[in-house]
């Protein structure tokens, strides 16, 4: 059995000898970074099914069960990148934070960057209606082709496409949580809840002198209310501040 990678799933979209069209593909490869030994399954990843509907004997399948494949993709890499940079977060913020990178907007954001619009293949209707600038087209179009890419080149491929396209979108994230203040939004909280300030506590140093580890204790009237770990003493403070601010809404 051949593997999923090589096999011609249905020979995906009929493309028959358009040159032309194979010329922008090849164009297309260029914007996005890859090189498809299946340039059928690209073809397919842009063809809209408002395209293939008009005439579908003649151009074969459209893009969403690629779309559906991708998504798959994207949640699994993303998933994995925030997870080795956000150590100390808990299940629920990495959530959040995948949310916002694999959300329509970014990946509709992230499709006019790369410049994929000029590529879909749209329905006349479609077309006249202004769906080639639509958000949410252009975000299903960019995951049909990372489960394009997948297929072609398996996960290390894909893996390679996402972080060259989607970092920017992560590093923004981590800039954005360290502009969080955690610490004056808990002593804000703590002032009205408990009429009283938390305390941080070092509890514990660790590693060289050149690379410090620190993990602070943070309590609210004496009861332990979340523990930080950083590589200073203030990082390590807004962790806790963080986890303490997490307690609090569960309460």
């Known amino acids: 059995m051949q593997p999923l990678s090589s096999r011609n799933l249905n020979n995906s979209t009929v493309m028959g ?40 004997e003649e ?31 808990e299940e629920g913020e990495l959530t959040k934070l995948r949310a916002a990178v694999v959300s329509k907007p970014t990946l509709a954001k992230t499709a006019k960057k790369i410049g994929i619009d000029p590529f879909i293949k749209l329905g006349k209707g479609e077309e ?12 299903d179009a960019l995951e049909a082709l990372i489960g394009a890419i997948y297929l072609d080149g398996g ?25 969080m203040d955690y610490k004056s939004i808990l002593q804000e909280k703590t002032q009205m809840r408990f009429q009283t300030l938390p305390k941080y506590t070092v509890v514990r140093e660790s590693g060289p ?35 303490a601010l997490k307690k609090m809404e569960e309460q």
């Not at 069209?21 to 099914?49: F, S, T, W, Y």
């Not at 798959?72 to 925030?82: D, G, K, N, P, R």
């Open 128 to 139: 006249l209606g202004g769906g080639r600038k639509r958000n949410s087209l252009l975000a």
């Open 59 to 89: 151009r074969g399948e459209h893009y969403e069960k690629l779309e559906f494949l991708g998504d798959a993709v994207l949640e699994l890499i993303i998933s994995h990148e925030l997870y080795e940079a956000y150590p100390q977060y």
């Open 155 to 179: 996960l290390k491929m894909a893996r390679e496409f996402i972080l060259q396209h989607f970092s920017d979108e992560i590093e923004r994230l981590d800039k954005d949580q360290q502009k």
């Open 209 to 243: 002198p050149h690379d410090r580890t620190y993990d602070v204790l943070l309590t609210i009237k004496d009861e332990p209310y979340g523990i930080g770990t950083g590589r200073n003493k203030k990082e390590a403070q807004q962790n806790a501040a963080r986890a």
């Open 17 to 56: 000898n358009d040159s032309e069209r194979r010329k922008e593909l090849k164009d297309l490869e260029k914007l996005l970074g890859v090189h498809m030994r299946r340039i059928d399954l690209l073809n397919q990843a842009l063809c809209h099914p408002s395209y293939v509907n008009e005439l579908p």
